[in-house]
T-cell receptor, first 112, second 112 residues
Framework: QQKVQQSPESLIVPEGGMASLNCTSS?????YFWWYRQHSGKSPKMLM?????GEKEEGRFTVHLNKASLHTSLHIRDSQPSDSALYLC????????????FGDGTVLTVKP | EAAVTQSPRNKVTVTGGNVTLSCRQTNSHNYMYWYRQDTGHGLRLIHYSYGAGNLQIGDVPDGYKATRTTQEDFFLLLELASPSQTSLYFC???????????FGAGTRLSVL
């Protein structure tokens, strides 16, 4: 069973719109969540991380975390065509060994 | 930014062949990872390591061996390659279990 589930699988938003991506872990041992972004033909790069309940904002990007429900979400406001990419959620379930598990990702397309 | 170098970038082999994928990081990171990425899937963890000589089993280890010979070098071995192992392979490193992963450019492997 996939331990990190992401939704939706794909998302199309207009330029200037808001994109909202979701991620939930089915493993109660999860400690930390990361969001990575992977442009087509490139390797993933870390976008944001969140370790505590609440919200964290960096520019146009905001992440939320609810540890009780093991749910995190990424919101991108004023979406740009350059934001079109695969967004991967990752969860750390064993900080002793460093095991990091990724979800299957959400493909975001921003239409000009 | 952390430097992670993978070689080769592309590899074609036949069913039953022997393949070694190489990864080197030059940032003295403790943790190194091997992931595979297939269409419709995110990144699936094959093996990882938190130091020279250490090896941890990931989520999809069958058919793969790995070896961490030094702090810098992490190898992935396919001793009897099968078509199901055709994939894009990423190596990554991080300083510790709660830090950002830095990915190499990837190795595209085709098993005919």
């Amino acid at each position: 069973q996939q331990k990190v589930q992401q939704s939706p699988e794909s998302l199309i938003v207009p330029e200037g719109g808001m994109a909202s991506l979701n991620c939930t872990s089915s493993d109660r041992n999860v400690d930390y969540f990361w969001w990575y972004r992977q442009h087509s033909g490139k390797s993933p790069k870390m976008l944001m991380s969140i370790f505590s309940n609440g919200e964290k904002e960096e520019g146009r990007f905001t992440v939320h975390l609810n540890k009780a429900s093991l749910h995190t979400s990424l919101h991108i406001r004023d979406s740009q065509p350059s934001d079109s990419a695969l967004y991967l959620c990752a969860a750390s379930m064993d900080t002793n060994t460093g095991k990091l598990t990724f979800g299957d990702g959400t493909v975001l397309t921003v239409k000009p | 930014e952390a430097a992670v170098t993978q070689s080769p970038r592309n590899k074609v082999t036949v069913t039953g062949g022997n393949v070694t994928l190489s990864c080197r990081q030059t940032n003295s990171h403790n943790y190194m990872y091997w992931y595979r990425q297939d269409t419709g899937h995110g990144l699936r963890l094959i093996h990882y390591s938190y130091g020279a000589g250490n090896l941890q089993i990931g989520d999809v280890p069958d058919g793969y061996k790995a070896t961490r010979t030094t702090q810098e070098d992490f190898f992935l071995l396919l001793e009897l390659a099968s078509p199901s192992q055709t994939s894009l392979y990423f190596c990554a490193s991080s300083e510790d279990s709660q830090n950002t992963l830095y990915f190499g450019a990837g190795t595209r492997l085709s098993v005919l």
